[in-house]
């Protein structure tokens, strides 16, 4: 007879971690963040409300790592499925082209309902909590702002892009105007509007003779 075999208690944490935060996303994306509460995420999970505050001191801590779980796992779909393996915006020659790409994912995913509660969620959130709020820009947008960087250093090198252009103040050109307009609702957020961003934007970034 074989030995009997201890369960596996790191699995058993990896499942109970991945049933809280997908719980967690779910719960505000159906009810709102103001609604959704420890005991509620604990229910949806299937797990005790002690097993939460062991881990996280807040559901604010428990969204937002359950956010940075969901960009992680959609970034290796992304890398698993391009041919090179990279990540990031892409190169094709053409920076236009290439931002109108990469603009209009944006418009995408900040339509997606199943991001969209809990990013305005943690937008919100970190105003009022500065530590939340420095945690939500350093794990989850400075890595993708610096996409924006390396992209308009790239077309400054090909001699596509002005040389005296600040690479981190022409993407806020870029992806400020999205924000504004998808934090305040103040217009539709369209495909159509991404790209006039970009045709905006380029005017004055271009190096033409």
């Keep these: 007879m074989s030995p009997h075999k201890a369960p596996d208690s790191s699995r058993r944490s990896d499942r109970s971690r991945r049933a809280i935060h997908d719980a967690a996303l779910a719960l505000v994306g159906e009810v709102g963040y103001a609604r959704t509460t420890i005991e509620g995420i604990a229910a949806r999970a299937g797990v005790g409300k002690q097993t939460i505050y062991r881990w996280w001191p807040s559901k604010a801590a428990v ?7 969901m960009n992680a796992r959609q970034a290796e779909g992304v890398e698993e499925a391009g041919a090179d393996g990279g990540y990031g915006i892409p190169d094709t020659g053409d920076l236009a082209a290439d931002l109108r790409l990469v603009l209009r994912a944006t418009v995408d995913e900040l339509n997606d309902p199943a991001t969209e509660a809990p990013t305005r969620a943690l937008a919100a959130e970190g105003i009022i909590d500065p530590a939340l709020g420095a945690q939500f820009v350093e794990n989850l947008l400075e890595p993708q702002l610096q996409l924006y960087v390396t992209r308009l250093r790239a077309a400054q090198e090909a001699g596509e ?12 050109l870029l992806v400020a105007p999205l924000t504004h307009r998808w934090l305040l609702r103040t217009l539709p957020l369209t495909h159509a509007y991404a790209d006039a961003v970009v045709d905006h934007t380029l005017r004055g970034l271009f190096d033409r003779p």
Excluded at 63 to 69: P, S, T
Excluded at 161 to 172: N, T, W
């Design 161 to 172: 892009v002005r040389a005296d252009i600040d690479p981190r103040i022409a993407l806020e």
């Design 63 to 69: 969204l937002m790592d359950a956010f940075l779980d």
